[in-house]
């Protein structure tokens, strides 16, 4: 079938700056559509074609068009600010691997900066003394962290998060929580504001 219809052409990954993943999927689709072997070893231009016989000008110009297809299927994957700072972009092996080089020393960085974070969200728990307002600023500051690096963190592991790791003197209202609410759809949000209800009416049988 022709590759001018649209209902045939697969969705095209959008690098979002996650390479690892975008590498994944967009090999995936390469190898589906027989471009990969191009995009992996590149091919070679003779220093002169005349001397190349019917066959191997014809195998020329297939390995070209492959890479042509391979290249339009990468440009349209990739944003053009990217491709802006991108200096070898002739074939489709030069865009693969300039990407290569570019932003998967970055995703290693990312990992090792995501395991630091995921060691520092595990020891969190709250201070004797500490308000609730400021250690949900604590917890949140990692979990965006987190979530930057490309965790998964929804509301309700933050929110167990938290439940597990407050003072003894809100174990009362931990109880009456999960008790009364779903901590499966409870929101950070809402756990913090019965958490404050329950700060105020504590600080304040201390100071009566």
Known sequence: MAEG????????????????????????????KE??????????VPESEEALTAVEKKMLDEARLK??????????SIDKTILKIITQKE????????????????ARVQRAQLQTLRRNFELMDMKIGESVTDYFARV??????????????????????????LTENFNYIVCSIEESK?????????????LLVHEQKFRKNITE
């Open 5 to 32: 219809n649209n209902s045939t052409i697969p969705s095209i990954p959008k690098f979002d700056g996650d390479y690892d993943h975008w590498c994944l999927i967009m090999e995936n689709l390469l190898r589906s």
């Open 35 to 44: 471009y990969w072997s191009v995009v992996q070893n590149g091919f070679v």
């Open 67 to 76: 890479d042509l297809k391979a290249k339009n299927y990468l440009f349209n």
């Open 91 to 106: 074939t489709s092996k030069q865009l693969w691997d300039s990407m290569k080089t570019k932003y998967q020393g970055n």
């Open 140 to 165: 949140m500051v990692v979990a965006n962290d987190m979530r930057s690096c490309g965790e998964n963190m929804p509301d309700v592991k933050i929110v167990e998060k938290i439940i597990r790791t």
């Open 182 to 194: 779903d901590i499966d759809i409870l929101t950070v949000d809402a756990l913090q504001s019965s």
